[in-house]
């Protein structure tokens, strides 16, 4: 499972690296819209810039969903069983998985202190 990897404090405009393990990549941001249906979107003033900006416009789970053209650079890293995350997090400490900004790749983020 790919995980977004970060660290709890981080300077503005910092690039670095939170980790050995971690690599840059190219994920795929989803724009998610509180209008339950396509034909809803349709009538509300950001649809067209929505529309333009996506690929992939659909319907899913209460909402409409698009992928964004523009991909965005972040640290990942990929922990493939449990254990694996358990000597990730003995090496690093007390680190906090949540949920990311939804990404088509990645749905989770770590955080490191």
Same mark, same amino acid.
């Given at each position: 499972?790919?995980?977004? #990897?970060?660290?709890?404090?981080? *300077?503005?405009?910092?690039?670095?690296?939170?980790?050995?393990?971690?690599?840059?990549?190219? =994920? /795929?941001?989803?724009?998610? +819209?509180?209008?339950?249906?396509? %034909?809803?979107?349709?009538?509300?003033?950001?649809?067209?810039?929505? =529309? +333009?900006?996506? #690929?992939?416009?659909? %319907? %899913?789970?209460?909402?409409?969903?698009?992928?964004?053209?523009?991909?965005?650079?972040?640290? #990942? #890293?990929?922990?493939? /069983?449990?254990?694996?995350?358990? =000597?990730?997090? $003995?090496? &690093?400490?007390?680190? =906090?998985? +949540?949920?990311? *900004?939804? &990404?088509?790749?990645? $749905?989770?983020?770590?955080?490191?202190?």
């Amino acid at each position: 499972m790919k995980f977004i #990897v970060s660290r709890r404090i981080e *300077s503005i405009g910092s690039d670095e690296r939170p980790c050995e393990e971690a690599v840059r990549e190219s =994920l /795929t941001p989803l724009d998610y +819209r509180n209008v339950e249906s396509l %034909e809803e979107a349709k009538g509300k003033i950001w649809f067209d810039n929505w =529309l +333009r900006g996506g #690929v992939n416009h659909r %319907e %899913e789970q209460g909402r409409v969903v698009c992928e964004r053209r523009q991909k965005e650079q972040r640290w #990942v #890293v990929e922990i493939g /069983t449990l254990e694996e995350l358990l =000597l990730f997090q $003995s090496r &690093y400490g007390d680190i =906090l998985i +949540r949920d990311s *900004s939804p &990404y088509k790749e990645v $749905s989770k983020e770590i955080i490191l202190p």
